[in-house]
């Protein structure tokens, strides 16, 4: 199967890239690495970018020739680069793995467009223990229901600007969904000073910063007499890359749609 990555000059490009070229007993062959205009490493050979031995294909700047040529494309850029790039991919009915966070309405319709035409995957976290702690957490939700209390702690290193993290909020939205309820009616994002008794139904968020944490999320289902803890710790990112190479090799020869993780999985 040909692979191409575009960002591939971005933490998540480079180990998409190493991924891909350490993954060929798995039938994954690289064609194509993109990265932006102007990028300080066009024209580098892309092994030499991802740490491993030269693989002969250098970095581009031109996403065309690659959506046409690759049968798959790993996306993990900028909403707005992620939104173009879907475009492509739809002309070229090209598999589209997207792990780009921060997408607005408008990017998520324009995806739901292009995926009429050719296989997307898309997830906010492509760890595949992630992706199983979401259907664990929808699961458990919906047998203890509203008399146990869901609270969703996670930590990140000290360089992370935004909280709750996104996983934090897909878990809070798999117990909102296990619950039946919408999580925007029930989340509580912070508490400091005279809160008042916590509200039944409440999910509530804490977020703590701190060192190299690459993340670690932890849901609490606190009842009266007992505590259930799921939690999930990641020590690196290459394993949202290869849950990335794992959904690409799941979506060759799928139909046209947008599909999750989960359905990566068979969840
Ligand atoms: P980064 O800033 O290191 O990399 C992004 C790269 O995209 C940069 O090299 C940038 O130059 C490139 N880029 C932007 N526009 C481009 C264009 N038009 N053409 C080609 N390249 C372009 O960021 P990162 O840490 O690698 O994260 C990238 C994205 O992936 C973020 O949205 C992040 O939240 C997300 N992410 C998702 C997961 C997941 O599992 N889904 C995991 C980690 C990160």
């Avoid at 598999?95 to 898309?122: C, F, M, Y």
Wanted: aromatic share 4%; proline share 3%; charged share 25%.
């Amino acid at each position: 199967m040909k692979f191409g990555v575009v960002g591939c000059a971005g933490r998540m490009g480079r180990m998409l890239l190493r991924e891909v070229l350490t993954s060929r007993d798995r039938g994954c062959e690289l064609v194509g690495a993109v990265a932006r205009e102007g990028s300080s490493v066009l024209g580098h050979d892309a092994g030499i970018l991802a740490g491993l031995d030269p693989c002969n294909v250098r970095v581009e700047d031109d996403p065309v020739p690659l959506f046409a040529d690759a049968d798959a494309v790993l996306d993990f850029t900028t909403p707005t680069a992620t939104r173009r790039f879907s475009a492509l991919a739809a002309q070229g009915k090209t598999i589209h793995v997207i792990g780009t966070t921060g997408l607005s309405d408008g990017d998520e319709n324009a995806l739901r467009k292009a995926a009429r035409h050719t296989p997307i995957v898309q997830a906010a976290n492509m760890s595949l223990g992630v992706t199983l702690l979401e259907a664990l957490v929808e699961r458990v939700a919906r047998t203890l229901g509203d008399e146990y209390d869901v609270e969703i702690l996670e930590m990140h290193h000290r360089r992370k600007v935004d909280a709750p993290s996104g996983t934090a909020l897909a878990l809070g939205r798999a117990a909102a969904a296990g619950r039946e309820v919408a999580l925007d009616e029930k989340a509580v994002r912070s508490r400091d000073g005279q809160t008042g008794a916590r509200e039944a139904g409440a999910i509530g968020f804490a977020a703590l910063r701190g060192g190299d944490v690459v993340g670690d999320h932890t849901v609490i289902f606190a009842g009266d007499g007992e505590r259930l803890e799921l939690t999930h710790k990641a020590s690196g990112r290459d394993i949202y890359a290869r849950g990335a190479v794992r959904a690409a090799l799941w979506a060759h020869g799928r139909k046209p749609g947008l599909y999750t993780m989960r359905d990566v999985l068979d969840l």
